[in-house]
T-cell receptor
Framework: SQQGEEDPQALSIQEGENATMNCSYKTSINNLQWYRQNSGRGLVHLILIRSNEREKHSGRLRVTLDTSKKSSSLLITASRAADTASYFCATDGSSNYKLTFGKGTLLTVNP | DGGITQSPKYLFRKEGQNVTLSCEQNLNHDAMYWYRQDPGQGLRLIYY???????QKGDIAEGYSVSREKKESFPLTVTSAQKNPTAFYLCASSKGERQPQHFGDGTRLSIL
């Protein structure tokens, strides 16, 4: 079964609004990563947060991690039409190399 | 620019045919991966390789084979034993364990 599950499955917002996506996972992790995928393209790494970190920022992205609830959230502030994409969380679990991806959140930012 | 190149972008397979998907990286990464993505789904790991001449099965290795003879190259063969090969195949690489993965732009495989 998949480790990470994103919520919501789809999100539609207006340009300039903030977008929040959530990820829940089942077993303990070392790292949690967020990726973006534009339609028909490969994934692009956005941010990695370690299990001993609670919050991390990168530009307009803010990621939080709550290991007690086994959940993470990705906040995109002041969204742009170019942010339209699918967003995936990925967890590493007990394996040093294997990542387990959720099904993703499809974000649509309307101009 | 460093990156991962997958080819071809589109591939069609006939019944009973094996096809090979190419993946080349010039990032000097030790680890490489193959994933399968079905519509509306996340990625599922087929095979991964931590180092040249070594590879391990992922979660859905049946019907697939790989080789890692060079650091830069990790080709995936979809054999005739894979009965449902239609999917989007993504190759990735990373510097090492628990590191961010860099992805190619995928190969879309369909059945004729």
């Amino acid at each position: 079964s998949q480790q990470g599950e994103e919520d919501p499955q789809a999100l539609s917002i207006q340009e300039g609004e903030n977008a929040t996506m959530n990820c829940s996972y089942k077993t303990s992790i070392n790292n949690l990563q967020w990726y973006r995928q534009n339609s028909g393209r490969g994934l692009v790494h956005l941010i990695l947060i370690r299990s001993n970190e609670r919050e991390k920022h990168s530009g307009r992205l803010r990621v939080t991690l709550d290991t007690s609830k086994k959940s993470s959230s990705l906040l995109i502030t002041a969204s742009r039409a170019a942010d339209t994409a699918s967003y995936f969380c990925a967890t590493d679990g007990s394996s040093n190399y294997k990542l387990t991806f959720g099904k993703g959140t499809l974000l649509t930012v309307n101009p | 620019d460093g990156g991962i190149t997958q080819s071809p972008k589109y591939l069609f397979r006939k019944e009973g045919q094996n096809v090979t998907l190419s993946c080349e990286q010039n990032l000097n990464h030790d680890a490489m991966y193959w994933y399968r993505q079905d519509p509306g789904q996340g990625l599922r790991l087929i095979y991964y390789s931590q180092i040249v001449n070594d590879f391990q099965k992922g979660d859905i290795a049946e019907g697939y084979s790989v080789s890692r003879e060079k650091k830069e190259s990790f080709p995936l063969t979809v054999t005739s034993a894979q009965k449902n090969p239609t999917a989007f195949y993504l190759c990735a690489s990373s510097k090492g364990e628990r590191q961010p993965q860099h992805f190619g732009d995928g190969t879309r495989l369909s059945i004729l």
